[in-house]
């Protein structure tokens, strides 16, 4: 006969929202009462700073930022559906953003990481009407923990960064951790399952997984 042995391990993937809630809780008060603080690279503020002046020549505008915008086709989506609107994309994988479609003339992509451009964007005193999370790499296994955007020290320069948020994802426990932390920062939040169809879609990534009928959770959050 043959044993099965179910090992713990910290690799494991998450096995629900309230398994984490402590440790989940217990980071998101620590990073709220520090500061991040991040060298930022003189690399880092030459691709991101051209971006911030052109954010701030924008004063009629809502100001809309696509996090992890991927190929762009999500910031190119967005743009067009809101002509009135300022939209700027930023990924860090250049292989992606190679592949961008043309962008309309209210949209801008930016190569950068997050964590430098969301301290930019602070110390500039720029403050999106919106910010769209589509899809971030969930990083399940436990020790990644601290990768997963709400567990980031970068979490409440985020969020001050930003007047509502939307996030998109195929984990029901992401969108659920998700929830738990922003509302520990007194945010509000609802979180609907997106029905199956490709009505309503944005990024790349979201494609593939209509087309593979995955289930999709969104997240759309604003400080109480
Ligand atoms: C799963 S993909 C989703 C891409 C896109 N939002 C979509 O839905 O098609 C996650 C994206 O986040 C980007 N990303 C992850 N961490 C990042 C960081 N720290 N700074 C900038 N981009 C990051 C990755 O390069 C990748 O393109």
């Not at 190119?76 to 860090?92: E, L, S, Y």
Request: net charge positive.
């Amino acid at each position: 006969m043959v044993k099965v042995m179910v090992i713990e391990s910290e690799n494991s993937v998450a096995p629900s929202a309230g398994a984490d809630a402590e440790r989940i809780r217990a980071l998101v008060a620590k990073h709220c009462q520090s500061q991040y603080r991040l060298p930022i690279s003189a690399t880092m503020e030459a691709a991101i700073l051209p971006a911030l002046e052109q954010v701030l020549r924008q004063p009629e505008r809502r100001l809309v930022l696509d996090a992890g915008c991927g190929t762009g086709a999500s910031t190119a989506a967005i743009a067009t559906q809101h002509p009135d609107a300022f939209v700027i994309g930023v990924d860090r994988s250049q292989a992606r953003l190679r592949r961008a479609p043309a962008m309309p003339p209210n949209a801008l992509l930016v190569r950068a990481r997050l964590e430098e451009f969301w301290l930019l964007v602070q110390r500039a005193g720029i403050v999106f009407d919106k910010t769209f999370l589509l899809y971030p790499n969930p990083y399940p296994k436990h020790r990644q923990i601290k990768r997963r955007w709400y567990c980031h020290p970068i979490f409440p320069v985020l969020l001050a960064t930003t007047c509502a948020l939307e996030l998109r994802t195929t984990e029901e426990w992401y969108a659920n951790d998700f929830c738990l932390a922003i509302e520990q920062c007194r945010w509000e939040c609802s979180c609907q399952l997106l029905p199956p169809t490709d009505a309503d879609v944005l990024s790349t990534f979201e494609r593939k997984y209509v087309a593979r009928r995955q289930q999709r959770w969104k997240v759309c959050a604003q400080p109480r």
